[in-house]
C-alpha cells in the first residue's frame, strides 16, 4: 500500500478523491473532516484547554518516565525530537523536548499542556491512531490532517502502570528529517519497556526490603528451626546450631564450601539456591553418607542487594520422617499419561499413539519443538509399560561434554583414562537395564557415537569404555528431538540406519500456538499444582490476561506457560486472581501492549453458549454437593475433580455453601 504524500493530501482536501493508500489513512482523514477540523489550523492554541480540579493521577507517573528519559535517554536523542505524554483522553499532561530551540518551535505551533491530540481535535496524528487501535503506531509527514504538521513524524504507544492500568499515551516526536518512522517506534518501544522494567524493580525492591527483614531475623526468630543461609550459587554463608545437629554438620564440614558435599539432597542445595522465588514447602530427600534417608520440607526466602540482584537464599529445613532404606533406583519416572493435559487433536493424536505404542517393546522417537513435553510423554509410556517396575533414565545428549559422551553412556572400566573412577562405573544405558532410556536431543549426538549406539541396538549387548567384556542389555529406547532429522541425514550429521532404526514408531508433538484450546486446561491444572506447592489459594487469571495468553504464540511452548504460572503464582500475595502486576516482564510486555482483543461495544459471538455452559457447569456443581450432602471431597469426586479445584469453582460460580 502507498505512503501519502503530500498530492495525495491536498486531493482528499481540495477535491474529495480518496488516494489509493493505506486505508487506516484515508478512513481518520475522513472522520477529522466529519469532525469540521480546518485542516490549515495554524496554532492549536486556539483550541480549547481541559480545567483539571485536581492534579490527574497520569501527572506523577509521567513525571517519574522523564526522570527515567533524563537518566536513560540523555544525549542519545536527536535535538529534533521531543516526547509528548497524553492522559487517558488525549490531553497533553507534559512534553519533554530535546533542546530548547525544539522546544519553543512546538509550543509555537501550539503543543502545549491540557491541549487535546485526539482525532476529534486535530485529526489524524500519532497519538489518535495509538488511541483508536490501542497498539503502537506511527503517522508521518503528509499523513497528518493537518497541514502544520507536514514536517514532521512521530509514533505513539499506549502506555501502562505495574498493575496493567492504562495511564495515557506516549509519543516521540520529531522533525521529518529525524531518522526513519520505524526508528522512532523502536525508540519508543524501548523507552516502554525500560519504564516497565523500572516499575517492576521498584516494586520488587519493595518486596525485597521485606524479605531481607524476614531473612535478618530468620536464623535466630525459630531457636527450633535448622536454618541455612545460602549464597546464589549454594555456597555456605551461616548454619545455624538446629540445621548443624540435623545435618550432620561439624566445626569441620562446616567450612565445606557447598552442602551438596555434605550429604545427597534431592533436588539438590545448588538447584534450590538458584532459584530466586519465595516457595514453602519444598518435598526434598537428604541422603547421608552412612545411608541414612530423611525426608523434608523446605521453606526458600530469598534475598537481594540494594540493587535488586539476586545474591542468595534462607532455607527453613522441616523434617517430615526418618527412612531407613535400601538402596534404591534413583531412576524413576513420576508422569503418567493423566498428566498430560489437552483436549485439541495434536495433543489426543499423539496421546493415543503413544498410549498403543507403550504396550509394545519397539522404539519410539518423539519429535516436537523445545517445552512440547517430550519427556512427560517418554516417562508416560515407560510408566505404562511392562517395565514401569525398572528404571527410567534420562540423558540430554547435547548437554554433554563431547569428551566424556562416550563413558557417560557406556560406561568405562577401571583406569581407563586419566581421571577414571578407580572402581570403573556403568554408563546410563546400562542403569536403564530392564527399563527404558530416554535420549533426548538425539540430533545433537556425535556421529561416533551415534555408529556405537546403533550396534548396542542391534546386538542387545554393550561393551563399556577400556574393556572387552559384552554385557547384555535389556533396554528400550526413546528419543526426541526438536531437528528434522531427514534432513540431518541428508547433510550426513545424522546416521541414516540409525533414524529408520529409532524411529520405528514417530510422534509428533504440535506447538502450543496450534493447541490454544488447551490453555484454559493447562493453566488451571498449572495454578492448582503451584497453589500446592506455595499454599497459596489462587483461582486463576483475570479474564482479560486469559484471553491475551490464548492469542500468544508461545515461543517456549508448555514450558513458557509453565514457567510464567509459577512466576506469577509466587507473587500473588493472596489475591483471588493473577493480574497484570504478577505476570513475568518478558511475558507481561508483549501480551500487554498487543491489540485488544475485544473492544467494549464488540459482540460475543459465542456468548450464548459461554452462558449455557456456565450454567451446566454451576447445575452440575451443586448437584454433587447435594448429593454428597455438603462433604467437599464426596462431591469432588463426583464430579472427577480435587478438592482445591471443587472450592475455586464454588468461588468462580458463586455458589452459596450448602444448607
Not at 95 to 113: C, L, P, T, W
Not at 624 to 647: E, F, P
Request: charged share 25%.
Amino acid at each position: 500500500m502507498n505512503i501519502a504524500n503530500e498530492n495525495n493530501w491536498q486531493q482528499f482536501i481540495r477535491e474529495g478523491i480518496e488516494p489509493k493508500i493505506n486505508g487506516k489513512i484515508v478512513e481518520s482523514w475522513k472522520k477529522s473532516q466529519a469532525a469540521k477540523i480546518n485542516p490549515y489550523l495554524e496554532n492549536l492554541s486556539s483550541l480549547p484547554k481541559i480545567s483539571y480540579k485536581k492534579q490527574p493521577a497520569s501527572k506523577q507517573f509521567f513525571n517519574e518516565v522523564v526522570n527515567y528519559i533524563n537518566t536513560c535517554f540523555a544525549g542519545a536523542m536527536e535535538d529534533d525530537s521531543a516526547w509528548i505524554f497524553c492522559d487517558e483522553d488525549g490531553f497533553i499532561l507534559k512534553v519533554r523536548a530535546n533542546s530548547d530551540y525544539f522546544k519553543k518551535e512546538i509550543q509555537d505551533m501550539g503543543i502545549v499542556e491540557r491541549i487535546s491530540m485526539a482525532e476529534n481535535s486535530i485529526g489524524t496524528n500519532p497519538i489518535s491512531f495509538a488511541m483508536n487501535k490501542q497498539i503502537a503506531s506511527t503517522c508521518s509527514e503528509a499523513e497528518h490532517f493537518l497541514k502544520i504538521f507536514h514536517n514532521y513524524k512521530g509514533a505513539a504507544s499506549p502506555i501502562y502502570n505495574i498493575e496493567g492500568s492504562l495511564r495515557g499515551y506516549c509519543m516521540i516526536f520529531s522533525k521529518k528529517h529525524f531518522m526513519r518512522v520505524s526508528t522512532l517506534k523502536n525508540q519508543l518501544l524501548l523507552l516502554i519497556q525500560g519504564v516497565d522494567r523500572l516499575f517492576r524493580l521498584t516494586r520488587s525492591r519493595k518486596r525485597h526490603d521485606n524479605l531481607k527483614t524476614k531473612v535478618e531475623n530468620a536464623l535466630f526468630e525459630d531457636h527450633l528451626v535448622p536454618t541455612v543461609i545460602l549464597s546464589s550459587n549454594g555456597f555456605i554463608r551461616q548454619v545455624n546450631s538446629p540445621a548443624m545437629q540435623m545435618l550432620e554438620i561439624d566445626d569441620e564440614s562446616r567450612n565445606e564450601s557447598s552442602l551438596d558435599q555434605i550429604a545427597k539432597f534431592t533436588p539438590t542445595i545448588k538447584e534450590t539456591s538458584h532459584n530466586g522465588l519465595e516457595t514453602q514447602n519444598i518435598p526434598m530427600t537428604i541422603e547421608y553418607k552412612k545411608g541414612k534417608k530423611v525426608n523434608v520440607l523446605v521453606n526458600r526466602l530469598p534475598f537481594y542487594n540494594s540493587k535488586g540482584q539476586f545474591i542468595g537464599v534462607s532455607l527453613q529445613f522441616y523434617e517430615k520422617e526418618k527412612i531407613q532404606t535400601k538402596p534404591q533406583s534413583t531412576y524413576k519416572a513420576r508422569y503418567t499419561f493423566n498428566d498430560i493435559v489437552g483436549i485439541t487433536k495434536g495433543i489426543q493424536e499423539a496421546k493415543d499413539i503413544a498410549l498403543r505404542v507403550a504396550q509394545t517393546n519397539i522404539n519410539v522417537l518423539l519429535i516436537g519443538p523445545s517445552g512440547t513435553g517430550k519427556e512427560m510423554f517418554a516417562q508416560s509410556i515407560h510408566n505404562s509399560s511392562d517395565r514401569s517396575t525398572g528404571p527410567f533414565v534420562s540423558i540430554n545428549c547435547a548437554a554433554i561434554p563431547k569428551d566424556i559422551a562416550e563413558s557417560e553412556l557406556f560406561g568405562h572400566a577401571k583406569g581407563a583414562f586419566t581421571g577414571a573412577n578407580d572402581n570403573g562405573s556403568i554408563g546410563k544405558l546400562e542403569a536403564a537395564n530392564g527399563g527404558t532410556i530416554f535420549l533426548d536431543e538425539i540430533g545433537d549426538m556425535p556421529l561416533e557415537l551415534q555408529a556405537k549406539l546403533l550396534r548396542v541396538l542391534e546386538e542387545r549387548k554393550i561393551t563399556r569404555v577400556g574393556e572387552n567384556t559384552e554385557r547384555p542389555l535389556y533396554v528400550r529406547v526413546i528419543a526426541a528431538t526438536n531437528k528434522d532429522l531427514l534432513e540431518l541425514t541428508q547433510k550426513n550429521e545424522f546416521r541414516e540406519d540409525l533414524y529408520y532404526r529409532l524411529s520405528v514408531t514417530s510422534i509428533i508433538l504440535p506447538h502450543l500456538k496450534d493447541s490454544k484450546e488447551d490453555i484454559p486446561m493447562l493453566v488451571e491444572n498449572f495454578i492448582e499444582l503451584y497453589n500446592e506447592q506455595m499454599g497459596k489459594k489462587v483461582i486463576g487469571f483475570q479474564d482479560e490476561i486469559l484471553e491475551r495468553l490464548k492469542s500468544y504464540d508461545w515461543p517456549g511452548n508448555i514450558r513458557e506457560l509453565r514457567n510464567a504460572i509459577e512466576f506469577a503464582t509466587m507473587l500473588n500475595q493472596g489475591e483471588d486472581y493473577i493480574t497484570w502486576e504478577h505476570m513475568p516482564g518478558n511475558l507481561r510486555l508483549p501480551l500487554l501492549y498487543q491489540k485488544k482483543l475485544m473492544e467494549k461495544d464488540s459482540i460475543d459471538p459465542l456468548d450464548v453458549e459461554r452462558q449455557e455452559i456456565n450454567r451446566t457447569e454451576t447445575a452440575l456443581v451443586k448437584k454433587a454437593i447435594d448429593l454428597s450432602q455438603g462433604k467437599m471431597n464426596d462431591a469432588a469426586k463426583i464430579l472427577g475433580i480435587s478438592r482445591a479445584t471443587m472450592y475455586r469453582k464454588i468461588k468462580k460460580l458463586g455458589i452459596a455453601p450448602y444448607n
